[in-house]
């Protein structure tokens, strides 16, 4: 009987190493209808849930409900949502009723469920199509055979242009005579809608459409299909405008003239498996972004997939100051840093995965929006001298696999999946190497940094951290197997297939536990201290601490 006893007591205590305790219930809301559609404001004020006949507002503070409205008493054309779009900046919502040839379109105010305008001009429209300028509070609609711009709370049509295929992408705005430089694009799954497309970067007048230059530029565009994040990034400095797009492009402002030009045409095609039931799908992080260092801009050339290339430019004039040698049959390569004289280059590992699926759970269809991460092979890590190009080394360990590589400066950590290593910038030789199961928390996911010295290694089975500098365990949190949801400062989500989450404090790897339905859809608040979870008609804000 003692000896049960003791075994009883020993199991307690392991298992109260591990169980922290429910994440505290801020408040819940039951609402008249089912949720099929969310939208949680990450800086506002106020969110919603809507089915696809009804919508709630709701306070984020206190969980009241604003105003709950049928969808045709906002438009009374519109009886049945075939989707919910906002524009969160604009505090409006965009419903989409489509039929062939006859879209109804409704436009309303967020905040008080107002109408504001109504149309069916506007067919075969998507998300993808509409871009908010927030500096000049308008629409610009990308449609089949023009660009119409109109203004967000009236639907008043100010000016159309056929001289601009595509959709608005990154833009930057001049207030001083009212232009936009804007670059051009087509979401992945409105490829068909647009005829007649070619890469534009133009100078708009926002007074009257006018273009006032026009260059071409070399790639492809985009943004994530679900979170959003534009894939390049647009700015004007001294009377030039600078794209990083799969490289960098450089243009006269005044006039649109190439300047010069680092850039590749590379699509992340065939990477990995498109999982079954999903209707958008995206591949990102397989190159990694150019560096800017000082005057010198080291840029990945990705010929093609059996051809890539590290080079070196004068940021200022473009010149070509040297190219490594050819990095071969790299399929992906995620990583690059400047390290203390040297380029290291992460070659295959993690890359992301955004898609949406749809799922049948019991009654209801779901569309789950889905973000997560899969291993590309073959893999290393090599080492480039920044002054010459010159290959100095070269690490065969990771040949069966890497996560992901992270610096604290000078300290260059390599996750394996199974191992932490730091390797010796100078030599690649190793300064230590650490199993991760040291942990408990199962194969690595990814890894990533924490403050100036912590290595956090999300597992399979929950997180842990290391010290970097020396490799000692820190703290662990074991939990049920999941994957990486989010992360905010210090709280770090985890998730599991049944949608049950598990917010980790990084400081100390203890996590608070919340069991929710499957198919629930859980949001973290921009400052880490909330989670928001819909699961059929109920609302839930729950604390993280």
């Known amino acids: 009987m003692r000896k049960l006893m003791t075994f009883a ?66 438009a009374p054309k519109i009886r049945k949502i075939d989707e919910l779009i906002p524009f969160w900046e604009s505090s409006t919502i965009f419903l989409f009723d489509r039929k062939i040839g006859k879209d109804q379109i ?81 979401p992945s799954w409105l490829g068909s809608l647009f005829s007649g497309f070619k890469n534009q970067i133009v100078r708009i007048n926002l007074k009257n459409g006018e273009i006032l230059w026009e260059s071409n530029y070399i790639g492809r565009a985009e943004r994530k299909v679900i979170s959003k994040k534009f894939l390049f990034d647009l700015n004007v400095s001294d009377n030039k405008v600078f794209l990083r797009l799969n490289g960098m492009q450089v243009y006269d402002y005044n006039t649109g003239a190439s300047l010069w030009s680092a850039a590749f045409d590379y699509t992340p095609d065939n990477l990995v498996r498109k999982p079954l039931g999903c209707r958008v799908f995206g591949v990102y992080g397989a190159v990694a972004e150019p560096v800017i260092d000082g005057s010198d801009i080291y840029i990945l050339d990705m010929v093609n997939k059996r051809n890539q290339y590290v080079k070196k430019y004068d940021i200022n004039t473009g010149k070509l100051l040297w190219t490594s040698r050819e990095i071969k049959d790299a399929r992906v390569i995620p990583g690059m840093n400047i390290i203390d004289g040297k380029v290291l280059l992460q070659i295959g590992g993690v890359v992301e995965k955004q898609f949406l699926r749809v ?107 290391f010290g970097a500098q020396n490799g000692e365990l820190i703290n662990s949190g074991k939990y049920r197997t999941s994957s990486f949801e989010d992360h905010v400062d210090n709280i770090l989500v985890m998730k599991t297939d049944k949608a049950d989450i598990g917010t980790f404090d990084l400081n100390t790897c203890k996590y608070k536990d919340f069991n929710a339905r499957t198919g629930a859809i859980t949001t973290l608040s921009r400052d880490g201290n909330f989670v928001y979870v819909y699961e059929k008609k109920i609302v839930t804000k729950l604390g993280t601490h």
């Open 359 to 465: 799922k049948h759970v019991g009654d209801q269809t779901i569309t789950e929006s889905v973000i997560e991460f899969e291993n590309v092979n073959p893999c290393g890590i090599q080492a480039f001298n920044t002054s010459d190009g010159a290959l100095v080394w070269e690490s065969e360990r990771f040949k069966k696999g890497i996560t992901n590589a992270i610096n604290f400066k000078g300290d260059y950590i390599v996750c394996s999946g199974k191992e932490l290593y730091s390797l010796d910038i100078a030599t690649g030789k190793e300064k230590y190497e650490v199993p991760v199961s040291k942990g408990g928390v199962g194969y690595a996911q990814k890894i990533l940094p924490y403050k100036d010295n912590i290595i956090v290694v999300i597992g399979e089975k929950g997180v842990s951290t």
């Open 106 to 186: 409704a436009c309303f105010d967020l905040e008080t469920g107002k109408t504001l305008w109504t149309s069916d001009k506007y067919q075969d429209l998507d998300e993808g199509a509409i871009t908010y300028i927030k500096e000049d509070d308008c629409f610009a609609i990308s449609l089949k055979k023009e660009l119409v711009y109109i203004r967000a709370r009236t639907g008043e049509e100010l000016w159309s242009t056929q001289k601009f295929k595509g959709v608005v992408g990154k833009y930057s705005y001049n207030a001083a005579d009212h232009t936009l430089v804007m670059v051009n694009f087509v």
């Open 9 to 74: 007591a020993l199991l307690f205590t392991f298992l109260g190493a591990f169980a922290q305790g429910d994440m505290p219930v801020v408040w819940e809301t039951k609402l008249s209808h089912h949720i099929q559609y969310t939208g949680t404001s990450l800086e506002g004020e106020h969110s919603y849930a809507a089915s696809d006949k009804e919508i709630t507002v709701f306070d984020n503070n206190t969980g009241k409900t604003i105003w709950t409205k049928y969808f045709s008493d906002i």
